[in-house]
Structure formats: C-alpha cells, structure tokens
C-alpha cells in the first residue's frame, strides 16, 4: 500500500461526490510572541477536538489531523547547522511526502533541484523528518510515505516576502506538473518561507507523538492552526488531512462541481502581472484529485500569490 491510496471511480463511487465534516481550531498570541508552548496548546486543543475526527475499522488509525504553524527557525538552525540558513524569511522549507521507493523519490528530488536552480534560487539542502511510526495505527504504517523537507534560499533577487512565496510557487507547480506526466506521485504539504504543516493519516493524539520534531522545546511558533478530519463518503489518506496550504475547512461545498469548471474554462484567459512569463508554468491551478477543501485552497493559494489581498496571509 502507498500513501495516496486513494481508488478510482467504480460503481455507485464517484471521487468528486467526496465531503468532509471536520474539527479545526485556533490558538495564537494576540502580540505575536513564538512560544513552544503556542505549539503544544495548539496541540492539546487538536486533542480535544477527537471527537469531530472519524475512525474506520483500525481504531488506531485516524482519518487525518495536523497542523499549521510558522516556520521554527530557531530549531532548524539547532537540527540542520550544516545548511547554513540565511536570515529568517529568506528561506523557505517544503514539506513533502513520497513513496518508499527510493529510486524514484531519488528521480523526482534531482528534478526538484534542477526546477531550484532554473528558477534562480538556491537548493540549501534536504532533511528526513524524524518519526516515530510505532505510536500510529496498522493502516496507518502500511501506508506511511517517506516524509522529507527541502530548504530553499532566496535570490538576491526576491526584494519582499510575497516575491518569494510566488517563486517557491512556481518551483512546486513545475514539479508537480513534471511528475504527473511521468505517473510519478509525490505531494507538498506545504512549501512556505512562513509556514509550514505536519499532517498525516493520524488521529489527533497521534500528531504530537508521530512527529519528533514538536516535542522540541526550541521548535517554537505565534500560532497553531489545527485540524481533525471526518471524511464522510470519503476515503483518507495521508495527503487529504488538513491543514492544506492556505487554510483549513469544515464541512463541505456544494457547489464544488461549477466552480471547477468555471476556473478551468478562465485559466486560458488569465493574465497577471505578478506572475508575468511564470504565469504558464503554474497551469492548471487546480489539482481535481484532491479533496474538495484541497481545491479550495488551490484556487485561494493562486489568488493570494496574485496579489488578490497581500494581507491575507501573515
């Protein structure tokens, strides 16, 4: 079993009718202040929200949690000394799942690098998230991806924060473009030089104690934005728990099917001065494999990074 073991249409299924119906929360400094202890509230309010996360047949096994928070500088400059990070913001940190087949994670990693380089910016180095795979459910473990997180530095370049978020952008998209046409899958929790997300196939007391790196008291951040997911018609999987990139929802929309087809019948027709000649490289900006929450936060990501409202983010 893989990761993304998510089935074809068959019968009375039909992906596009997927729905969910989850538990999220927040919990943040009203000044600001990155505490340890922002992160472990954030976790114990995940906790709480069990109830609102479904379970199958594996009761160990949890339809999704995760969450969100800044970038820990201070503790990757403690667990990565040897990547030498610029300045806090000027770089940017991918959280990616692959399969466990090392020869074609190594293929779709040297892409990456190569989509680093031709973009401009520099490959700081890769990192394997440490786990412990022992504290989740059997489903869970036979479905486990190989979970790595690359560090990307800014060029000189990149003048504001939004520059490079764009940038991070449209390394990603060539990626995910190049691998879907050679049928390769991997998928990017997040890709940020503000944030980045720790999910997976879990239940909610499952998250803290799967992902090593949120028992350290140097991993610190001004918020947590949680999750719990209740997959309802739905099959889980590592990549659909939440948070997604952008955000996190709860319930389900039903007008997911026009909306999807408006946006590809207008994607020929956009025209954007903030992302000039990198514009085609980030079509289509929807990845209708993913849930309907997933959806949303490609079309809310496009928009932001667009300059829909630069205020939307931070």
Known sequence: MTYNQIPKAQGLYHPEFEHDACGIGLYAHLKGLA????????????CQLDHRGGQGSDPLTGDGAGLMVQIPDEYFRLACPEMNLP????????MLFFSNNDDERNEIEARLNAFIEQEGQTLLGWRTVPVDATK??????ET????????IGASEEMTDDLAFERKLFVIRKQAENWARERGNRFYFASLSSATIVYKGLLTPEQV???????QQESF????????SRFSTNTFPSWERAHPNRYLIHNGEINTLRGNVNWMKA???????????DDLQKVLPILDIDGSDSS???NALEFFVLAGRNRHMRR
Request: with cysteine; hydrophobic share 45%.
């Open 220 to 227: 610190v951040s001004a918020f947590a934005l949680v999750h």
């Open 295 to 297: 959806i949303l936060d």
């Open 266 to 276: 207008r994607e020929q027709q956009f025209v954007s001065e903030a992302f000039g």
């Open 144 to 151: 486990c991806p190989t979970i790595r997180q690359v560090f």
């Open 87 to 94: 300045a806090k913001g000027r770089y940017g940190v991918g």
């Open 35 to 46: 505490t340890h202890d922002i992160v472990k509230q954030g976790l114990n309010m995940l």
């Open 136 to 141: 989740i459910g059997e489903v869970g473990k």
């Open 208 to 214: 803290d104690a799967f992902y090593l790196d949120l």
